[in-house]
């Protein structure tokens, strides 16, 4: 079966970092970009971070720009982001997806994980 | 950015009723749209691809369809598993979603 499991999430204080880890199993993460959705407590989903299946195009929202880094070991089928000068707006649950598509502009999210939880606060 | 706007916000229906959504793009995406499901503490789940094409394993009573800047999602006839909020997606240009509609019951 195909599975996205995310960890690494919990409670940090306002500008500590965190590292986010997402491990596929039941196929090969390495043929599809994946990507990082947020949802807030009690709202919407937002597109945070994408990365493309051999690494070598990324996207950050502006939200994030300059915070949060994403990168992925095909060798070990994961995807991680890292998350420095946390703010508390970052509070959410962090999901992890594998786009239908190897392009990172393309693709519709096919699978997800069932996320991890970050809180931002003193 | 393209922005996605959806309504209404939240829909009030009763079982067996036939529910519109619809989802707007600031400029057009073609057909490069996606619906998504999301029930409270679960990861959102997808039923339609492309604006009208159905995931594999998701009910008949789903439907989507549009093009250019106008998609709806259609639930020909409202079962009690289906009240959850449901997002719109472009994938035209990156991501964007749509804020969501809820589906509560009447």
């Known amino acids: 079966d195909v599975q996205l499991v995310e960890s690494g999430g919990g409670l940090v204080q306002p500008g500590g970092s965190l590292r986010l880890s997402c491990s596929a199993s039941?196929?090969?993460?390495?043929?599809?970009?994946t990507h990082w959705v947020r949802q807030a407590p009690g709202k919407g989903l937002e597109y945070v971070s994408g990365?493309?299946?051999?690494?070598?195009?990324?996207y950050y929202a502006d939200s994030v720009k300059g915070r949060f880094t994403i990168s992925r070991d095909n060798s070990k089928n994961t995807l991680s982001l890292q998350l420095s000068s946390l703010r508390p707006e970052d509070t959410a649950v962090y999901y992890c997806?594998?786009?239908?598509?190897?392009?990172?502009?393309?693709?519709?999210?096919?699978?997800w994980g069932q996320g991890t939880l970050v809180a931002v606060s003193s | 950015d393209i922005q996605m706007t959806q309504s209404p916000s939240t829909l009030s229906a009763s079982v067996g009723d036939r529910v519109i959504i619809t989802c707007r793009a600031s400029?057009?995406?073609?057909?490069?749209l996606a619906w998504y499901q999301q029930k409270p503490g679960e990861a959102p789940k997808l039923l339609i691809y492309k604006a009208s094409s159905l995931e594999s394993g998701v009910p008949s009573r789903f439907s989507g369809s549009g093009s250019g800047t106008e998609f709806t999602l259609t639930i020909s006839s409202l079962q009690p598993d289906d009240f959850a909020t449901y997002y719109c997606q472009q994938y035209n240009s990156y991501r964007t979603f749509g804020q969501g509609t809820k589906v509560e019951i009447k």
């Open positions: 400029q057009s995406i073609s057909t490069w």
């Open positions: 997806a594998t786009s239908s598509s190897y392009d990172l502009l393309t693709g519709y999210f096919h699978y």
């Open positions: 039941g196929f090969t993460l390495g043929n599809y970009a």
């Open positions: 990365i493309s299946g051999n690494g070598g195009n990324k």
